[in-house]
């Protein structure tokens, strides 16, 4: 059964004499730099969000390797107390709220609208205000380094009474409010952007059962960050009246709650889990279906585990809180525990899309195979946490550290390099190097394995979180030594991806426009797409009309 | 994969030993037969928590190592079996949905879960009851950044990091004497920030906040001494927090109670050279 309706006929959209919907304007095109400040087209600024989430990641990786350097032994000098702090507290928000949730964005801005066949985003300046928005907090919070007190450093959840000025005077702090609120506000605006260009701008036969899972996650996602995003703006001014207008919403001293910052925190930050993990299960979904050239296995069922992953995410976030005595534990238990079932459902749909496939095992798919093995295994300690017994021996351990570097640099590294490896010649027209991808992801998978391991163990020995500097007779060295070494290699494998793509970006492969057959809408243009993207759209028939077109004798098998 | 993080025992290494002086090849033998056997790993405790979480553990240990060996075999036959060899003219099979198998996919880990709910829930409630008459109750109060134990008689012992000499150093900590096979109750409070009271040996934590009174009972099923940390980031010295427990038999700590002055402090390290 086909939705397309048949169209009007006479003079009006389709008839020859119509006015163009667009107005070319003549003469030079913005380039460079003036293009990059200017252009209100949705792929120049996914590319500036993605550029921009980069170097996040690569400033946050640098913190990181300094941490593990202070690590690499016990009672070490490398790093004083503060200043440990302070790149915990930084490493987790960059990591957080410039590299993991912006860099989706990135990709939601680049492919979501060719993906549904729409010539650029609802509201292209709003598009263009929300990326300075976001570049705007990622140099404010960054400049708390600047200041005398240095940057935040009270870890990246910000824990009042901590927080307050009697605790953490300083405008480090300050900055770290305001930088987060102004990436808060930019989430926000890209997340009405997206999800009104999906309700609205989907080509001609495009339903919403036929947009791809890339495309579904990215919705459900922004609808999570429209959700959660204004809970912690909101409390964020509330900390900001603390600290200089003398109210006492998380301050003890003047009756105020801490709870309350605890809850109000983790109400944004369990959703932001989600925000951060969904999109990236989008792309491997996408990677899985082209790459094993079938279907998505269950893409029903695979809507479905999203839509209740993100109905339970925004039920389970005292999890956090289960040690502090102050929330319903068999409650948040049992959701959090729920969430086992469509995360589930989602690898054994992941296992069933390559099942029976052919297999192209290019580093793409073999970044999107790593992402599935590392998020099994934080995805198991996850269970392990969200049960209260387990949670009240491993809370605040390194075996923590472990279950939630395995789950988010499983998904948004992960995730996110396969994604550079799958749409870079979308992006740029040329292919990425697959030897030094290849190399790239040995490294980086053997490096996480080596880096977060040991770390369950760590934990299981009693060492907390957070410490600067630990004791040599507790049994933690060795362990420590071999996280620091894994540290340092996946410094290196991600630096091969970055020689890569400056390699490849001049002197690469040319791709042409659809390297690797394709299925969906983002592969029927030219590579990089001209702007407003389309000149003409094979007719959306199921969920992937490329694959349609090029294959009308392997078309999607009805039944069961 | 978990089996082998947890197939030692981490607390006999915490200093100083705990009670059970075991030579290194019966600690070795003791984590290849019971370990891995009967306890599937899991780390020992020293109260009689112990018992609730090790059987949540060989819970987990049941459940999640099919399951993840399932789902990894899974992986890595698509990936052998199914890779594009060259020269190879095969088509994918363009199947979608399987109905029954999606069913028994969402149906079994329903199952496992509420399985692990009810598990979980009945521990829970046994580790987080707190005893209407207990042995002693002892008030620990975190501050920035040391703590202070006050007795019901009103005898406090109190360290900080201002005495510590190193992270090295584990002779100046404040030192929390308790009964071994007595219920002991704490009131964990703070006046500052958020702290968290946690002993890796007891397999249990809980976090002291301002506003919020907490009660935790233990009951140390071995004499010996363990050290203890604040698990929550309180600020600069955060990792200096910590303590050391000591539990005593019953008329060795009665002995050393009715020696305190009510009142009194003792100040870790203070007479130490």
């Known amino acids: 059964m086909t939705l397309i309706q048949e169209r009007p006929s006479g003079p009006g959209l389709y008839s020859e004499e119509a006015e163009p919907l667009t107005q070319i304007v003549p003469g030079p095109r913005p380039r460079g730099v003036v293009k990059f400040i200017t252009s209100t087209d949705h792929k120049q600024i996914g590319l500036n969000y993605m550029v921009t989430a980069f170097t996040g990641f690569l400033v946050s990786g640098i913190m990181a390797e300094l941490m593990r350097t202070q690590l690499a032994g016990p009672d070490n000098h490398v790093l004083t107390a503060n200043a440990y702090n302070q790149l915990v507290t930084m490493h987790g928000t960059v990591m957080l709220f410039v590299f993991g949730g912006p860099f989706a964005f990135g990709l939601a801005n680049y492919i979501l609208p060719l993906q549904i066949g729409?010539?650029?985003?609802?509201?292209?300046?709003?598009?263009?205000?929300?990326?300075?928005?976001?570049?705007?907090?990622?140099?404010?919070?960054?400049?708390?380094?600047?200041?005398?007190?240095?940057?935040?450093?009270?870890?990246?959840?910000?824990?009042?009474?901590?927080?307050?000025?009697?605790?953490?005077?300083?405008?480090?702090?300050?900055?770290?409010?305001?930088?987060?609120?102004?990436?808060?506000?930019?989430?926000?605006?890209?997340?009405?952007?997206?999800?009104?260009?999906?309700?609205?701008?989907?080509?001609?036969?495009?339903?919403?059962?036929?947009?791809?899972?890339?495309?579904?996650?990215?919705?459900?996602?922004?609808?999570?960050?429209?959700?959660?995003?204004?809970?912690?703006?909101?409390?964020?001014?509330?900390?900001?009246?603390?600290?200089?207008?003398?109210?006492?919403?998380?301050?003890?001293?003047?009756?105020?709650?801490?709870?309350?910052?605890?809850?109000?925190?983790?109400?944004?930050?369990?959703?932001?889990?989600?925000?951060?993990?969904?999109?990236?299960?989008?792309?491997?979904?996408?990677v899985f279906a082209t790459f094993s050239k079938k279907p998505v296995f269950g893409y029903k069922g695979m809507i479905a585990a999203t839509l209740s992953i993100a109905g339970l995410s925004m039920g389970v976030w005292a999890h956090h809180l289960y040690t502090t005595g102050a929330v319903l534990l068999p409650f948040f238990a049992a959701l959090s525990l729920l969430i086992a079932v469509p995360t589930g459902i989602k690898f054994f749909n992941w296992i069933g899309t390559m099942w029976q496939g052919v297999l192209t095992l290019n580093t793409a798919m073999l970044f999107a195979i790593g992402f599935l093995i590392i998020f099994l295994c934080g995805g198991i300690t996850g269970v392990m946490l969200a049960q209260p017994p387990l949670d009240f021996q491993l809370h605040n351990t390194y075996?923590?550290?472990?279950?939630?570097?395995?789950?988010?640099?499983?998904?948004?590294?992960?995730?996110?390099?396969?994604?550079?490896?799958?749409?870079?010649?979308?992006?740029?027209?040329?292919?990425?190097?697959?030897?030094?991808?290849k190399l790239s992801f040995a490294i980086m998978f053997v490096a996480t394995n080596l880096t977060y391991f040991p770390m369950h163990d760590l934990g299981l020995r009693g060492m907390p979180r957070r410490v600067f500097t630990y004791p040599a007779n507790a049994g933690w060295t060795f362990l420590n030594q071999l996280a620091t070494i894994?540290?340092?290699?996946?410094?290196?494998?991600?630096?091969?991806?970055?020689?890569?793509?400056?390699?490849?970006?001049?002197?690469?492969?040319?791709?042409?426009?659809?390297?690797?057959d394709g299925q969906t809408l983002e592969w029927a243009t030219s590579s990089p797409p001209p702007e407003h993207n389309f000149e003409i759209l094979p007719p959306i028939r199921s969920e992937r009309p490329l694959w349609d077109a090029n294959h009308p004798d392997q078309l999607t098998e009805v039944g069961h | 994969m978990l089996l082998i993080v947890g197939a030692r025992e981490p607390i006999d290494d915490l200093p100083p030993a705990?009670?059970?002086?075991?030579?290194?090849?019966?600690?070795?033998?003791?984590?290849?037969?019971?370990?891995?056997?009967?306890?599937?790993?899991?780390?020992?405790?020293?109260?009689?928590?112990?018992?609730?979480?090790?059987?949540?553990?060989?819970?987990?240990?049941?459940?999640?190592?099919?399951?993840?060996?399932?789902?990894?075999g899974g992986i890595i036959w698509c990936v052998v079996r199914y890779r594009a060899r060259p020269g190879e003219n095969r088509r994918a099979r363009q199947f979608q949905y399987h109905i029954p198998i999606e069913a028994t996919y969402t149906i079994i880990p329903l199952i496992l879960v509420a399985v692990i709910f009810f598990v979980a829930f009945n521990n829970e409630n046994k580790l987080t009851h707190v005893s209407e008459h207990p042995g002693l109750v002892v008030n620990v109060q975190g501050f920035q950044w040391g703590w202070r134990f006050t007795y019901p008689n009103g005898h406090q012992e109190l360290g900080s990091v201002a005495t510590e000499p190193s992270i090295n150093d584990e002779s100046a900590l404040p030192v929390l004497y308790l009964p071994a096979h007595e219920t002991v109750q704490l009131d964990?409070?703070?006046?500052?920030?958020?702290?968290?009271?946690?002993?890796?040996?007891?397999?249990?934590?809980?976090?002291?906040?301002?506003?919020v009174k907490n009660q935790v009972d233990f009951n140390v099923t071995r004499t010996g001494k363990w050290i203890g940390e604040c698990n929550e980031l309180c600020g600069t010295y955060h990792a200096f927090m910590r303590f050391e427990v000591d539990a005593m038999p019953k008329s060795k700590f009665d002995a050393w109670y009715h020696a305190q002055k009510p009142n009194s402090i003792t100040v870790a390290g203070a007479n130490q050279q």
């Open chain 2, 18 to 72: 705990g009670a059970g002086d075991r030579c290194r090849k019966d600690r070795l033998v003791g984590a290849l037969s019971t370990g891995i056997l009967a306890d599937w790993g899991s780390p020992h405790g020293v109260t009689t928590g112990d018992r609730l979480v090790r059987s949540e553990w060989a819970l987990n240990y049941y459940i999640a190592l099919p399951l993840a060996a399932v789902v990894l």
């Open chain 1, 118 to 286: 729409a010539p650029d985003m609802a509201f292209p300046r709003f598009n263009n205000l929300s990326y300075w928005l976001y570049l705007g907090g990622f140099l404010v919070m960054m400049s708390g380094f600047l200041t005398n007190n240095g940057a935040a450093d009270f870890g990246w959840f910000s824990y009042a009474p901590l927080s307050e000025a009697i605790h953490t005077p300083g405008p480090g702090v300050d900055m770290w409010i305001l930088g987060i609120a102004l990436t808060g506000f930019s989430g926000i605006f890209t997340a009405v952007n997206v999800i009104t260009t999906v309700f609205t701008l989907r080509a001609p036969g495009m339903v919403m059962f036929r947009m791809p899972i890339f495309v579904w996650n990215s919705m459900v996602t922004l609808f999570l960050v429209l959700l959660a995003f204004p809970v912690l703006t909101a409390a964020l001014a509330l900390l900001w009246c603390d600290r200089h207008l003398g109210t006492s919403f998380y301050n003890p001293v003047g009756g105020g709650q801490p709870m309350l910052w605890l809850n109000l925190f983790w109400f944004f930050g369990h959703p932001e889990v989600y925000i951060l993990a969904l999109p990236y299960f989008g792309v491997v979904t996408e």
């Open chain 1, 399 to 437: 075996f923590l550290v472990a279950h939630f570097h395995y789950v988010l640099l499983g998904t948004t590294v992960f995730g996110a390099f396969a994604s550079i490896y799958y749409w870079f010649p979308k992006y740029t027209g040329r292919l990425l190097d697959e030897r030094l991808g």
């Open chain 2, 188 to 211: 964990l409070v703070s006046d500052d920030v958020i702290h968290g009271f946690y002993v890796p040996a007891f397999l249990y934590q809980r976090d002291l906040i301002p506003g």
């Open chain 1, 486 to 516: 894994g540290a340092y290699l996946l410094g290196i494998g991600v630096l091969f991806t970055v020689i890569n793509v400056f390699l490849s970006f001049r002197r690469g492969e040319i791709a042409g426009d659809n390297p690797w």
